[in-house]
């Protein structure tokens, strides 16, 4: 596939797919020549159905499983489809993962560490970038000290550290209560205006959505074929109170409307 003409819209992607064919062995596809390009720097959102494929989609991404075809290239990433995890993307799993014998500073060190950067240059990046996560003077806890929410905190920063420039986030708040969800919504806010990385973020909440992203892109069949677009035209930086704006309840409104056409459709093609 590397000899293919790479087009115009896929150089200036964050991420380009396409014809992405997959199935685990003797199982009904979950993908069948999906085509998708996010421009780079792009929030973007995916909502589905439980055991649609979403964490599937990810793994692919990441390079932890192949294709039966199509291509998948990754700006800034190592290779476009082959064997072996893909370098230059960072994946954040919807638990922590973290390593409960290592200190935050080695917690969030390990991405770069595992890039080659010596161990006393990838400790003075994350000691850099603690206090603009809200992680101040928290470098020598254990995960085991740390709140939900902090320890989604060092998460990201490990992939955002190990990562290249797409951030690839697996319901991360999930697990968190609504008070803390909501904080760190706006973190993560802030953090993506600054930094600008290509994100694709996996949400069942349809709120979390609208307020994070640039577009939500809706899985409408299955297998999943392709995943219908809405643009959150809403202007930036977002905050809370832009949940009360009668554009986003607009938006709200258009969003559940497609979510109940296709799972009515899901459902009776189903039965
Ligand atoms: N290793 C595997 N072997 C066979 N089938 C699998 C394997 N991993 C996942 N599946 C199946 O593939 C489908 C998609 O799984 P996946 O975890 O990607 O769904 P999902 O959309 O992320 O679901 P959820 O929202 O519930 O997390 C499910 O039916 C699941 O049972």
New binding site residues.
Partial sequence: MSGQQVTVEERHAGLSIKGLTYR?DG?EP?FEGLDLDIPQGQFVSIV?A????????FRLLAGLLQPNAGTIRVAGAGQGHGQGSRSGIGYMPQRDCLMPWRTVLDNAAIGLELAGVSKRDARSRVLELLPELGLAGTETKYPHELSGGMRQRVSFLRSLLGGGELLLLDEPFSALDAMTRVSMQQWLLQVWEKHRKTILFIT?DIDEALLLSDRVLIAATRPITKLEPLEVELPRPRTYETTLDERFVALKRQLLSQLGRITSTLEGGNS
């Fill in positions: 685990f199982e979950l589905a439980s055991g649609m494929g979403k964490t599937t989609l069942h």
